[in-house]
């Protein structure tokens, strides 16, 4: 399974911030949009990442107050990325490895989508619960050994 066929299922809804933006404005966007990350977007290109994780970083190196911190300034400015058709084992284990919830998919430059380890998560569920159902319905059609065939 690939990166490409979790992003065929979840579809291609991608929210952006820019790195200029106050702090205030992207967090109140996670929170409309009920998303756990925004991807920063400057001139066309990604430039980083900004997760909760991130926001709770600047957060309480702001005092517990967001003030008028930048995106720029809270950002993971290297996020871990990935293609369309990277193979969802290596993302799995990058994403362990770096402890990345999030990662945007990129493409010759252009962002593709964003998947999450919710979202990898899922895919290896569906796809175990798929083969088991192919498993038991091929017991069940196999003949018995006492059976002619």
């Known amino acids: 399974m690939k990166v490409s066929d979790i992003l065929r299922v979840k579809g291609n809804a991608l929210f952006t911030v820019t790195p200029d933006e106050p702090l205030s404005t992207a967090v109140n966007t996670m929170a409309e949009k009920d998303i756990g990350s925004l991807v920063v977007m400057e001139h066309g290109d ?3 990442m900004l997760t909760f994780r991130e926001v709770i970083v600047a957060i309480v ?9 930048l995106v720029r300034k809270a950002m ?11 193979d969802l084992d290596e993302v799995r284990r990058i994403m362990l490895e770096r402890h990345a919830r999030y990662m945007p ?7 593709m989508g964003v998947i999450s380890f919710y979202d990898v998560a899922k895919a290896v569920v569906d796809s175990q619960n798929f ?3 192919m498993l038991k319905a091929y017991i069940r059609d196999w003949p018995a050994e006492d059976e002619p065939s």
């Open 46 to 48: 990604l430039v980083g």
């Open 61 to 69: 190196g702001n005092g517990g107050q967001v003030g008028s911190t």
């Open 76 to 86: 993971d400015d290297h996020p871990v990325t990935c293609t369309q058709e990277t």
């Open 105 to 111: 998919v990129i493409d010759k430059r252009m962002l």
């Open 131 to 133: 083969e088991n159902k």
